[in-house]
């Protein structure tokens, strides 16, 4: 759930705009589908079911990821610092604030220390068959993507660009067994929704959209995407109307896979055809900007707000607003610093191939 940002740190407002759809996505699964579901206010069950697919948004941070950091790696794929580099920005860029918000939850008597500190979490809850505590259990998705971390500046660095798509392509298609098995081998569906492996039809999507954008062959002949875009979107709508949850065997199968190709194929269209830089661009952009924070932040700041403050409909306004403010204040104070500071202690040798796409 790490910054939008190129190999040396610039931004792209389309990319934040994306990023700040997620977060919203976010937002509203976890903030306003139940308080809309638990309402008695006319038409909020109905808003609830609209939003129902809410929860995808963290399928697109994983499409997002892997686009990002794809990217990252094949622009420096050559370097002979790739690794150290790579591994130091990304601990400057993740652990400070992941650190802030573990810290009091490990104190009041958390969980598995040692679990938490290698972002191995997700395999401990989907062992026990449930979300993990409500405090961090978000943190669930940041133990996928550090473990997607682990492979694939080697699967950049080892396997020849001619011949990555074909391996993307393979691990992409084995993403719905492996939900099989894990369903299976744990007995559980929390499986299925927290393992990589389970997961990784859509980190290695975007991997594979990144590889697509910078092979000039492929640039070419990519008119096709706004169809696989069309196509991708009637299925998601599709399974909208069934009304399905994240859990259900639909989505342990074949769901996740439909939601990453159709994420996939927007970010490909975003990334050929990006939009203009309206206000709606800038103002998803700055909640791309602010993401993580929102991310990590929001789930205490509900808990706290519920205990001390107001519950319902009214508490949700006001954990929003405030999970926004403390977003802010963590992106100066702590995020910002240690993106900086990442990246003028630790350089690649050289800029990146195309900045244009990874910027």
Same mark, same amino acid.
């Given at each position: 759930?790490a910054?939008?940002?190129?190999?040396?740190?610039?931004?792209s407002?389309?990319?934040?705009?994306?990023?700040?759809?997620?977060?919203?996505?976010?937002?509203?699964?976890?903030?306003?589908?139940? !308080?809309?579901?638990?309402?008695?206010?006319?038409?909020?069950?109905?808003?609830?079911?609209l939003?129902?697919?809410?929860?995808?948004? @963290?399928?697109?941070?994983? @499409?997002?990821?892997?686009?990002?950091?794809?990217?990252?790696?094949?622009?420096?794929?050559?370097?002979p610092n790739?690794?150290?580099?790579?591994?130091?920005?990304?601990?400057?860029?993740?652990?400070?604030?992941?650190?802030?918000?573990?810290?009091?939850?490990?104190?009041?008597?958390g969980?598995n220390?040692?679990?938490?500190?290698?972002?191995?979490q997700?395999?401990?809850?989907?062992?026990?068959?449930h979300?993990?505590?409500?405090?961090?259990?978000?943190?669930?998705?940041?133990?996928?993507e550090?473990?997607?971390?682990?492979?694939l500046?080697?699967?950049?660095?080892?396997?020849?660009p001619?011949?990555?798509?074909?391996?993307?392509?393979?691990?992409?298609?084995?993403?719905?067994?492996?939900?099989?098995?894990a369903?299976?081998g744990?007995?559980?569906?929390?499986?299925?929704y927290?393992?990589?492996?389970?997961?990784?039809?859509?980190?290695f999507?975007?991997?594979?959209?990144?590889?697509?954008?910078?092979?000039?062959?492929?640039?070419?002949?990519?008119?096709?995407?706004?169809?696989?875009?069309?196509?991708?979107?009637?299925?998601?709508?599709?399974?909208?109307?069934?009304?399905?949850?994240q859990?259900?065997?639909?989505f342990?199968?074949v769901?996740?896979?439909?939601?990453?190709?159709?994420?996939?194929?927007?970010?490909?269209?975003?990334?050929?055809?990006?939009p203009?830089?309206?206000?709606?661009?800038?103002?998803?952009?700055?909640?791309?900007?602010?993401?993580?924070?929102?991310?990590?932040?929001?789930?205490?700041?509900?808990?706290?707000?519920?205990?001390?403050?107001?519950?319902?409909?009214?508490?949700?306004?006001?954990?929003?607003?405030?999970?926004?403010?403390?977003?802010?204040?963590s992106w100066?104070?702590?995020?910002?610093?240690?993106?900086?500071? !990442?990246?003028r202690?630790?350089?690649?040798?050289?800029?990146?191939?195309?900045?244009?796409?990874?910027?």
């Amino acid at each position: 759930m790490a910054g939008v940002q190129g190999g040396d740190g610039a931004r792209s407002t389309v990319l934040d705009a994306v990023r700040g759809v997620a977060i919203l996505q976010v937002l509203v699964w976890h903030y306003w589908v139940p !308080g809309f579901l638990r309402s008695k206010v006319a038409g909020t069950q109905l808003l609830a079911f609209l939003l129902n697919m809410s929860w995808t948004g @963290v399928d697109l941070f994983f @499409v997002l990821s892997g686009f990002l950091i794809g990217g990252i790696l094949m622009d420096h794929r050559d370097e002979p610092n790739l690794l150290p580099v790579f591994y130091l920005r990304r601990v400057l860029r993740i652990v400070p604030l992941y650190a802030v918000v573990l810290v009091p939850f490990l104190l009041g008597g958390g969980g598995n220390k040692l679990a938490y500190a290698g972002f191995m979490q997700n395999l401990v809850w989907a062992r026990e068959g449930h979300w993990g505590p409500e405090w961090v259990g978000v943190t669930w998705s940041l133990a996928v993507e550090e473990q997607f971390y682990m492979i694939l500046p080697a699967m950049i660095r080892l396997v020849p660009p001619a011949r990555l798509p074909v391996l993307l392509l393979v691990l992409i298609a084995l993403a719905p067994a492996a939900r099989v098995l894990a369903w299976l081998g744990f007995g559980n569906a929390y499986a299925c929704y927290m393992l990589m492996p389970c997961r990784m039809d859509a980190l290695f999507a975007g991997v594979l959209v990144a590889w697509m954008v910078r092979d000039p062959r492929w640039r070419r002949h990519l008119g096709w995407s706004r169809a696989l875009l069309g196509f991708s979107g009637v299925g998601c709508v599709l399974l909208l109307g069934c009304n399905a949850d994240q859990l259900s065997l639909l989505f342990c199968t074949v769901g996740y896979s439909a939601v990453a190709i159709f994420y996939a194929a927007l970010l490909l269209e975003l990334t050929l055809h990006p939009p203009g830089s309206g206000w709606m661009v800038r103002m998803l952009g700055w909640f791309g900007l602010h993401a993580y924070g929102i991310y990590l932040l929001h789930r205490p700041i509900e808990l706290l707000v519920a205990r001390l403050i107001a519950t319902g409909l009214v508490g949700l306004i006001i954990a929003t607003i405030l999970t926004i403010l403390a977003a802010a204040v963590s992106w100066r104070i702590i995020e910002r610093p240690c993106i900086h500071l !990442g990246h003028r202690m630790f350089r690649y040798g050289a800029r990146p191939a195309i900045a244009s796409v990874a910027a």
